[in-house]
């Protein structure tokens, strides 16, 4: 009998994810790259977690695609990059007019592109598939985000909306979202949105932690507090419980944690395409910063001896005040993350649904909350929400609680406790309420040292001056800056 998906790649995430299609019914080919005989990796598994299990084990690539039933449907759950391309140049010979590549790495958008055109110009199909989920979301249910060669989605849909998590009303959360690359920049903005929202929560670990005083114990019992309102989520969840974890010494693990945080480029992804599109994503980027500078260790430990500051802690702080500034904070964390989905989509002409990308993320992602709810139904509302902070409803929120919010970040710079996400988050909101900038001085100075131009406040926008600074005159331009200087 011929297997109905094939799946490359057998990590943690690739063999969660092949129980998951068998306990669907999916009869399931598996191929892993290394090999060693009886002990390769394919055995291990259908000996093991997969033993009893409909799994047709194969070990070579040609065996691996006689298996498979056509049209074929290949899973690749393999490492971002190198080995994507490798492996599809192995298989594109091997394959036929029609058959289906699924990407499931955390691939970069533009490569996944670049991977749908090359399998179409040979009438394959590609998808790029983001995936978000623990281990054990992927295994139960994880969130999907399908985006690629527009004719393969109806070959997969009914077997990825089959194992994607579900929302209450059974709604999978699985929903094609576009051509080319969509899947996967979805997923990154995903990524990019989760990046802030980690450093949100550390940001306010400090804040209860070092001005506060709480020791594990406290934390444990707030985040626990807070994971029953408006902040409930995945990751406030799991951060609970990460504070009230002890090892086999009866030590906290938390304390044994060195703090270098990691990252995997994802992030750094978010902010050079909001760069692209000049869509402000500041928290994201201070987040990435913030993982960067926790990586120069050896340069903190001297900075901490020559600039050694003890951090007062102020009992008449309430943990109240750092909740909302937490809550607000999250709030610009979305709200970035969703304007560069929607000014993307729009360049792309890809016409994202934000409330099906937000119900998306509501089963099974990492950053799966209680907020997208209210995210989900504000786009419903007014599909065209160009930001979120233009909905009434987080519009009043931030409103109420500015004061709270305002408190913990000067609490944080007078602490000398460094908060960079919700210091970034608060100077993004004040930048875009401000009516009346700075930034007239800078066009200024461009204009004074490169001739650059400026419009005046005066006059419609699109006509353009220039000031000759060392003879007190003022002319009109053609066009937007008549210097040379690339600044």
């Known amino acids: 009998m011929k297997a109905d998906v094939g799946l490359i790649g057998l990590s943690v995430m690739g063999r969660n994810l092949a129980l998951n299609l068998d306990s669907k019914g999916y009869r399931v080919a598996l191929y892993n790259r290394e090999i060693t005989g009886e002990a390769s990796i394919v055995n291990q598994f259908t000996s093991g977690a997969g033993k009893g299990k409909s799994f047709i084990g194969t070990y070579s690539l ?56 090359l399998l179409e110009s040979k009438w394959m199909y590609f998808i790029g598939l983001g995936v978000s989920g623990s281990e054990e979301g992927v295994l139960k249910g994880p969130s ?40 996967h920049f979805v997923k990154m903005v995903h990524n990019g949105i989760e990046y802030g929202d980690m450093q949100l929560i550390a940001d306010a670990y400090a804040m209860l932690k070092y001005r506060k005083g709480l020791d594990n114990d406290g934390l444990a ?8 309102n408006e902040l409930k989520s995945y990751l406030i969840g799991i951060t ?40 402000a994503t500041p928290l994201i980027a201070e987040a990435v910063y913030a993982r960067m500078i926790s990586a120069l260790h050896d340069q903190r430990i001297i900075m901490s001896e020559w600039f050694d500051e003890p951090v007062e802690k102020n009992k008449e702080l309430f943990i109240e005040e750092i ?20 000014h993307t989509s729009k360049h792309h002409c890809w016409d ?44 009043q929120i931030i409103k109420n609680a500015l004061p709270e919010w305002r408190k913990t970040v000067s609490e944080g710079v007078l602490g000398g406790i460094p908060i960079p996400g919700m210091s970034s988050a608060l100077a993004y909101f ?26 005046r406040v005066d006059y419609d926008k699109g006509r353009f001056f220039h000031t000759h600074w060392n003879e007190d005159e003022e002319s009109e331009v053609d066009a937007a800056g008549i210097g040379e200087d690339p600044e």
């Open 221 to 228: 019992v707030v985040f626990e507090e807070w994971n029953m």
């Open 323 to 342: 909740r909302l500034g937490l809550y607000v904070s999250k709030i610009i964390s979305y709200a970035q993350g969703f304007s560069l989905l929607y």
């Open 430 to 455: 004040d930048g875009l309420r401000t009516l009346h900038s700075s930034a007239n001085l800078i066009q200024a100075q461009r204009d004074y040292f490169g001739s650059h131009a400026y419009e």
């Open 62 to 117: 040609e065996q691996f695609i006689e298996r498979l039933a056509r049209p074929r449907k290949i899973i690749l759950m393999l490492k971002v990059g190198q080995a994507i391309d490798e492996m599809i140049a192995k298989l594109m010979p091997l394959l036929s007019p029609g058959d289906v590549i699924i990407d499931c790495a955390d691939s970069y958008y533009k490569d996944t592109y670049r991977r749908v055109k």
């Open 144 to 183: 999907l985000m399908p985006g690629g060669s527009v004719l393969a989605w109806p070959m997969v849909k009914d077997m990825l909306q089959n194992v994607a998590a579900k929302l209450p009303d059974g709604t999978p959360c699985c929903q094609w979202l576009g051509s080319d690359g969509a899947g």
């Open 352 to 395: 994202l649904d934000l409330s099906v990308v937000a119900n998306i993320w509501l089963g099974g992602s990492l950053i799966e909350s209680s907020m997208l709810e209210r995210i989900a139904a504000a786009y419903q509302h007014n599909p065209d929400l160009e930001n979120l902070l233009f909905d009434e409803y987080f519009r």
């Open 240 to 279: 609970a419980q990460i504070f009230a974890q002890k090892n086999k010494s009866d030590e906290y693990v938390i304390d044994k944690i060195l703090d270098i945080a990691e990252q995997k480029g994802s992030g750094k992804w978010t902010v050079s395409a909001s760069m692209e599109e000049n869509d």
